[in-house]
């Protein structure tokens, strides 16, 4: 079965901390996303991947940065929180092209920066 | 660039009746589209998906969706819902090919009420 968890379900940080979410799929998915979701925006990307060391940029990427240095392994840094980054943060990933395309998910870090 | 709009942030019915959750898109190039529920505390899971072919789809617990390209439109219906339908459902669209292969963008969400 598909599995993608999250290092933590919820979070909490004080401003200007440095913060790491970890994102790790079982699935040997190529793709691997951050999303930040927030009451009436629906879900926003933040970073992407499609392979060991590669990423790009999302809508939202800025105050973000993000590492991959295994293939099942996605992480999200916070490099200085601010409470504006309170907020829901899923993962995903998925099989690059060909075919039918869906994104499995994970359950999801709420993070809350006082 | 693509765009998704659900119509109506907050859909309330009663258990029983019909459910209708709205999604319109936009998009430059044929799009694959998706509904998405999420259940409290959970995150997303997957309800259907259209991406070529027969234009009605049918997802899991009862959902179907059509795709109608001449009004841009991709609505979640279920003839009779059940008060484990009560969640948070978001419409999105990616297209094929390109960088942005695999790009999901996301409508703002519908949360469905189920009342007894």
């Known amino acids: 079965d598909v599995k993608v968890t999250q290092s933590s379900r919820y979070l909490v940080k004080r401003t200007g901390e440095k913060v790491f979410l970890e994102c790790v799929q079982d699935m040997d998915h190529e793709n691997m996303f951050w999303y930040r979701q927030d009451p009436g925006l629906g879900l926003r990307l933040i970073y992407f991947?499609?392979?060991?060391?590669?990423?790009e940029k999302g809508d939202i990427p800025e105050g973000y940065s993000v590492s991959r240095e295994k293939k099942e392994r996605f992480s999200l840094i916070l490099e200085s929180a601010s409470t504006n980054q309170t907020s829901m943060y899923l993962c995903?990933?998925?099989?690059?092209?060909?075919?039918?395309?869906?994104?499995?998910f994970g359950p999801g870090t709420r993070l809350t920066v006082l | 660039a693509q765009s998704v709009t659900q119509l109506g942030s907050h859909v309330s019915v009663s258990e029983g009746a019909l459910v209708l959750l709205r999604c319109n898109y936009s998009s430059s190039v044929p799009p694959y589209l998706f509904w998405y529920v999420q259940y409290p505390n959970q995150g997303l899971q997957l309800l259907l998906k259209?991406?070529?072919?027969?234009?009605l789809v049918k997802g899991i617990n009862g959902f179907e969706a059509e795709f109608k390209k001449s009004e841009t439109s991709f609505h979640l219906t279920k003839p009779s819902a059940h008060m484990s339908d009560a969640a948070e459902y978001f419409c999105?669209?990616?297209?094929?090919?390109?960088?942005?292969?695999?790009?999901?963008?996301f409508g703002q969400g519908t949360i469905l009420t189920v009342h007894p």
């Open positions: 991947s499609y392979d060991v060391k590669m990423k």
């Open positions: 999105a669209v990616t297209k094929a090919g390109g960088t942005s292969y695999g790009k999901l963008t």
């Open positions: 259209y991406t070529t072919g027969a234009t």
């Open positions: 995903a990933s998925s099989l690059p092209t060909a075919g039918p395309l869906a994104q499995y």
